[in-house]
């Protein structure tokens, strides 16, 4: 729950990343992240639009590829000017949170081999 193995960033969840999680992360997300990084985590929240610095986008290769145990940090420590939330946001949800952050991603960068094999067909059908 640290994200932390054996002194280096975790790569895996703690636990299994649930729809629940899922959906618990994402309103986590869209009242202590969205402002600065955006609903769809691009960077471009609503304070940068008011002329607060922008933060990285978490579609960026480099936080794509970065282990979930690297976000842990970054949320519970703080980087740069974003501020610790270690108080304001149990661990729980920090981890709901990233797991939010890794689907936001995934939905950005997706492909075809991303989906299913039997919801391929409404994609497919629906581009047509």
Not at 77 to 100: H, K, L
């Amino acid at each position: 729950y640290a994200g932390v193995v054996d002194g280096k960033p975790a790569e895996v969840f703690p636990f299994p990343v649930t729809e629940d999680v899922l959906r618990r992360g994402q309103e986590r997300f869209n009242i202590y992240c969205s402002p600065c990084h955006g609903r769809l985590g691009d960077g471009l929240g609503i304070v940068v639009r008011r002329g607060f610095p922008k933060p990285a986008s978490f579609h960026e290769d480099r936080l794509r590829q970065a282990p979930v145990g690297y976000f842990f940090a970054v949320i519970t420590n703080g980087f740069g000017r974003m501020p610790r939330y270690a108080t304001q946001i149990s661990v729980e949800d920090r981890w709901a949170i990233i797991a939010y952050v890794r689907a936001l991603q995934l939905s950005q960068h997706a492909t075809i081999d991303d989906v299913p094999q039997d919801a391929r067909s409404q994609l497919e059908g629906a581009s047509q």
